[in-house]
C-alpha cells in the first residue's frame, strides 16, 4: 500500500476508536440517569467500576494521535483533523468523570429523585445529554454548521443552572429543608453544567478541523 493509503486507513481507525468511546461515555450517561429514575443502585455501582475502561480507551486514542503525528507527518487539513482527535478526546475522558463523579453523589443522595430539590434539574440532565450528544455529532460528521448550534445550545444549559440554584435557595428556606442534599445537588448541576461546556469544546474543535481556527484565532 502506498504511504496515503496506509495514513488514510491509519486515520479512519482513529475515528472509529474515538467514536466508540463517545458513545460509550454517552451510553453511561443515560445508564446512570436511568438507574436513578428507578433506584437500582446496583447499576450506579457498575457504573463506577467500568471508569477504567474509559480511561483505557483515551490512552489508546492518545498513543494512535501521538503515532499518527510522529510517523506520517501530516499536513494541514490532515493535522487538523489529528490534532483535534487528540483534543476532544480529553473532553470525552472528562465527561466520563463528570459522569462517575455524578454517580458517587446520586449514591449519597440515597437515591432520592432529584425534581424534589429543583423541577428545573430533569430537564438539565436531558439538555445537557442533548448537548453532549450534539457536539459528539458535529464533530465526527464534520459539520461546521451543526457545531454552531452546539455552542449557541449552550445558554440554555446556563441558563437551567441559574433556576435550579434559585429552586435550592427556595427550597433551604424552608424548615424541613435537606441542607446536605441541597449541597449534592447543586453539585450535580454544576457538573451538568460542565457537561455543557465540554459538549461546546467538541463544537470548537469541529471548527477547528474544518478551518484551523479556534475561537476566531487562526491557529493552524
Not at 479512519?12 to 466508540?20: A, M, T
Not at 475522558?93 to 453523589?105: F, Q
Not at 441542607?179 to 477547528?208: P, R, S, T
Amino acid at each position: 500500500m502506498s504511504p496515503r493509503t496506509v495514513f488514510e486507513h491509519e486515520l479512519s481507525q482513529l475515528r472509529d476508536d474515538l467514536k466508540k468511546m463517545c458513545f460509550q461515555v454517552e451510553a453511561v450517561y443515560d445508564r446512570l440517569f436511568a438507574a436513578m429514575e428507578v433506584k437500582d443502585e446496583e447499576t450506579i455501582l457498575t457504573i463506577l467500576e467500568q471508569d477504567r475502561m474509559v480511561k483505557d480507551m483515551e490512552k489508546n486514542i492518545e498513543s494512535r494521535c501521538l503515532s499518527l503525528i510522529t510517523r506520517q507527518h501530516p499536513l494541514a487539513r490532515d493535522l487538523r483533523t489529528v490534532s483535534a482527535s487528540l483534543k476532544v478526546v480529553t473532553d470525552i475522558k472528562r465527561v466520563g468523570d463528570i459522569v462517575a463523579d455524578m454517580a458517587e453523589l446520586i449514591l449519597r443522595l440515597q437515591m432520592k429523585d432529584i425534581s424534589f430539590y429543583s423541577r428545573n434539574l430533569p430537564v438539565m440532565v436531558k439538555e445537557s445529554k442533548a448537548l453532549l450528544h450534539n457536539g459528539v455529532a458535529a464533530f465526527l460528521k464534520r459539520s461546521e454548521e451543526d457545531a454552531e448550534k452546539v455552542i449557541a445550545g449552550d445558554d440554555k444549559v446556563d441558563e437551567l443552572f441559574n433556576q435550579v440554584k434559585d429552586d435550592l435557595v427556595v427550597h433551604l428556606k424552608e424548615e424541613t429543608a435537606d441542607v446536605d442534599g441541597c449541597i449534592d445537588v447543586l453539585m450535580i448541576a454544576k457538573y451538568l453544567e460542565k457537561i455543557g461546556d465540554h459538549a461546546v469544546n467538541l463544537g470548537e474543535w469541529e471548527i477547528f478541523q474544518e478551518t484551523g481556527n479556534m475561537r476566531d484565532t487562526r491557529l493552524l
